[in-house]
DNA sequence: GCCAACGTTGGC
DNA sequence: GCCAACGTTGGC
């Protein structure tokens, strides 16, 4: 059973034009566990998710990428260079896992967080409520065919 | 740049 | 196991 879901991106660092530059991407750095569970505990191959822009004005959706792996380690942990580097993590027991990404599409526009807010359709999303700030949050299939309606 | 919300850490 | 302190996220 395929699933939706929402994955967030400073596009100073990586934005939906890298992903489609690079057509798939390791979805690393994630350090949240809730977070980290969705992508190893429930993400399947296949399952697409809402590109979302974060940390810019104005944030919101850029357009669709696609699960293209199955959840593995995410190597940034072991590498003491890298900003994510976890000292507690060890190859033979890691605590982060990623999966990869593939470029779907890029909306024609961005669909704003705050047009997504004016509407009662996406009132009980979880990108629409204060405070949210989970990083890979699920979608409700209905929100995600009413956001790619919007967007076309 | 501010700050509310929230997750994590660590002392007890 | 509680909870205060701290750090981070991310909208504004």
Redesign the pocket.
Known sequence: MSAYWLI?SEPESYSIDDLKRDKKTPWSGV???QARNFMRDQMEIGDLALFYH??V?P?GIAGIAKVASAPYPDPTQFDTKSPYYDPRASKGNPIWFLVDFSFVKKFKRLIP??EL?DSKLFADMVVTQ??????IQPVAQKHFGKIVTLAS
């Open positions: 967030k350090r949240n566990f974060s940390s004005s944030p967080l705050q807010k204060k405070g949210s700030r989970l990083s």
